[in-house]
């Protein structure tokens, strides 16, 4: 398990900036509020990221459950958006139930449900390198795809797309040999967790998105990564959609990481609330934003 401190973390992002949409910050400073209530009344549907808003590893984070029972009391459509490939909506919301979430699965939009779109949409699966845990909920649809974990990383001769799909038992070694293994060539390169690392107990884990950082920095590949969660805005777009909502400026998306859930949901045209119990805790988070150049509507320590 690789380990990320946050400066470390923001620098990463910061190198890949031209794989994510365009920044584009509200006209105005962000207003602190006391949690996702004060603004409530302004918005249809309120977008969450998962972990660093509702939960921190395993467990929920003060405040979300009932900022959540609040948001159903008050009768406004929600939708979990988490860049999570190893859990599919159905799954995620019942992990949810067990820590005290009373969501359905039409409540939890996952970047594994958007990376299965694109899975059975492959047609010549021989040429597909992929990164993930041997077992696998997408085993089926990647079904002809060379598994790099089975191969301690190196990449066969025939490959010539990599996708980053779970970074859960990817080890250095096998990232080292993927990196010598893949020097020879470009390749085009598919991320279905653009995180570059997520907060678990105290720490701040590598995920997909670090390891192909890593990997196109050191094989200097030049072809822009295909993305399939946050900040991409097709998993925004697909959430709004799936809620009948048309307008994102009716549309509030919270999070806790400035690159991801911030970066995209600006975007798209929402109004987006940063929160300071996530990735950024303990920080100062104007000289986060200040750093970043990525700007939300609104902070609140927590939902
Ligand atoms: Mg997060």
Redesign the pocket.
Known sequence: MVELTPDLLNQIYARHLDWYPAIKNPETPPVHINGVGDVLDQFDLVLL?????LCRGPKPIKGAVEAIKLMRNRQKKFCVVSNDTMTRRAIAAEKYQQRGFDFSAQEVLTSLDMTDVFLESVKNPENYGVIAPLEHPSNHLMQGMVRLNGCNGLIPEQVDNLLFLTGAGWTTEMQSNLVSSGNRKQFQLLVGNP?IG??NGDKIVATPGYYLANFAEQTQQSNKPELFGKPALNIFQRAMTEHGVTDPERVLMV???LY??ILGGNAIGCKTLLLTC??YLGLDIEEQISQAKISPDYIAKSL
């Open positions: 990221d998962s972990y660093g808003v995180d997520a907060p999070g806790d990481t991801t859930d996530g990735v």
